[in-house]
């Protein structure tokens, strides 16, 4: 299984990105889908994820703000990201887990700056 990460980049506070995790398979093989993220010298966090049936997860440092969709015709789970914070800068990380198995994305780097 590939994951393929995409839509990162740069942008000024309060600014919108949204991130795009292409699957090499039916996304709806997959129990969950989601997106980490990782800055150096800190845990890496779980931002939102998606589940089979739809429900939604979202750390609360990103609620209302970022939103998790499905794009079946790409197989392709998307992160919609408004009002960016600088503390939102890190390198995303998207990833499936199907039944025991976790499969990540190559990440992708989002740069939140004036």
């Known amino acids: 299984v590939q994951l393929q990460a995409s839509g990162g980049g740069l942008v000024q506070p309060g600014g919108s990105l949204t991130l795009s995790c292409a699957a090499s398979?039916?996304?709806?093989?997959?129990?969950?889908m989601g997106w980490y993220r990782q800055v150096p010298g800190k845990q890496r966090e779980l931002v939102a994820s998606?589940?089979?049936?739809?429900?939604?997860f979202y750390a609360d440092s990103v609620k209302a703000r970022f939103t998790m969709s499905r794009d079946n015709a790409k197989n392709a789970v998307n992160l919609q990201m408004i009002n960016l914070k600088p503390e939102d800068a890190a390198v995303y990380l998207c990833?499936?887990?199907?039944?025991?198995?976790?499969?990540w994305g190559q990440g992708t780097l989002v740069t939140v700056s004036s």
């Open positions: 998606i589940r089979i049936g739809d429900s939604t």
């Open positions: 398979r039916s996304i709806f093989s997959f129990n969950v």
């Open positions: 990833y499936a887990r199907a039944r025991t198995e976790i499969y």
